[in-house]
């Protein structure tokens, strides 16, 4: 199958794909607009986790969030420079490439509404979306930037998967645009990427995407093989919790013991248990699940909560009342997990974070007043009109 955000072919039941790391299949689905949405914010800081690769656009992303889009008049030359940074310079037509890009990413999880304007949709309450996604397309031309000076300083060499979907570009775009009525490429591009879009430009915007996007995926790799080398899997647990929240529980400790005693009249089972989390939890985290976590590592959850799980006397089917800052915590005690390098992952990540910013080379140099983004969002009443 290809992986729904950069196009590469990956393994059926992968959960995430190898080269641009998005989420292909969401662990809670109860909670899907949870992880998906929290994976989309972390991407703006991680190159690797914001690639919208090329090819793939095409038929699925471009066919499904520009349903009521059309082209706006340009103001402003697509040549103009917008930005600076490290002797490379940015034009209005390449921003665009970057702007849409990182929109097609954010929509593909649903965060904002794709029949809307986003300079009428707020990201925050000083900022639309629209300034958010400006940013962002500045700071992904930004890391792509700093990667790809990295990657010719160490001689890396393209992945050979890579070189093969750059020979196929051409080819697989045609065959997007076919899919979406064009005959023309650069039609197709335009429709996609505003009326300065063809293939002529887009195709450095592509190679420069996969070499950086290669070069950062590789040193993630490096990273992560370092710690998963110096260090053995460490044991987890399983355990289920009730967690009477501070603010929606007027006296949490008392809700906690009778929710307990309940536990107890009603056989003290673990689906017992699972059901009164499901009815009483107000954890988003566990409730839809019985209130489990599993492989759960010491040190991961807060102090209060890590030692009751680690006691070395506890056994299955224990059960207790835990208070953290949370509120209060009727615990119960599944038993060992599988041993788990998960903490590895977050060390890798924290060392990444570092790498790409011991590449910065300061900021960039933004001419704000000359940046114009087509306007291909309009509702389908707009278009009729």
Same mark, same amino acid.
């Given at each position: ?160 998967? @890579? ?56 040193? @993630? ?146 001419? @704000? ?17």
């Amino acid at each position: 199958m290809k992986c729904p955000h950069c196009g590469m072919e990956v393994e059926p039941g992968e959960k995430k794909c190898p080269y641009c790391y998005g989420i292909l299949e969401c662990g809670d689905p109860d909670h899907c607009d949870d992880e998906l949405a929290e994976h989309a914010s972390r991407g703006k800081n991680k190159l690797r986790a914001v690639i919208l690769v090329a090819a793939i656009l095409l038929a699925a992303v471009c066919a499904a969030y520009l349903l009521f889009r059309m082209m706006a008049p340009s103001e402003t030359s697509p040549d103009a420079t917008v930005a600076t940074y490290d002797g490379a310079t940015l034009s209005n037509r390449d921003l665009n490439y970057y702007y849409w890009n990182d929109y097609y990413y954010f929509a593909n999880y649903g965060v904002f509404d794709p029949d809307t304007p986003l300079e009428d949709q707020q990201y925050d309450s000083n900022t639309t979306w629209h300034d958010f996604m400006v940013e962002s397309a500045i700071d992904s031309w930004r890391s792509m930037v700093d990667v790809t000076r990295a990657a010719k300083e160490a001689s890396f060499e393209l992945p050979e998967e @890579y070189q093969e979907a750059l020979a196929t570009l051409e080819d697989d775009l045609t065959d997007s645009a076919e899919y979406n009525d064009f005959t023309d490429i650069d039609d197709y591009l335009k429709w996609c990427y505003g009326e300065a879009a063809d293939l002529e430009t887009f195709r450095p915007f592509v190679e420069q995407t996969y070499l950086s996007t290669a070069y950062s995926n590789a040193k @993630y790799d490096e990273l992560f093989d370092r710690f998963a080398y110096e260090t053995d899997p460490i044991p987890t647990v399983a355990v289920r919790h009730i967690l009477f929240g501070s603010d929606e529980y007027d006296d949490p400790e008392q809700s906690a013991r009778d929710a307990l005693d309940e536990f107890q009249a009603g056989g003290g089972t673990e689906d017992v248990f699972a059901e009164l989390a499901g009815e009483y939890s107000t954890d988003p985290g566990s409730s839809s699940n019985g209130g489990l976590y599993d492989d759960v590592y010491e040190g991961q959850m807060v102090p209060a909560f890590d030692e009751w799980c680690f006691d070395p006397a506890r056994q299955p089917g224990d059960t207790g009342l835990v208070e953290t800052d949370y509120g209060w915590h009727v615990m119960y005690y599944v038993g060992e997990g599988e041993p788990t390098t998960d903490w590895i992952t977050e060390d890798a990540d924290d060392q990444y974070s570092m790498w790409l910013e011991e590449l910065k080379n300061g900021e960039p140099k933004v001419t @704000y007043s000359a940046i114009q983004i087509y306007d291909l969002v309009e509702t389908e009443l707009s278009e009729a009109e």
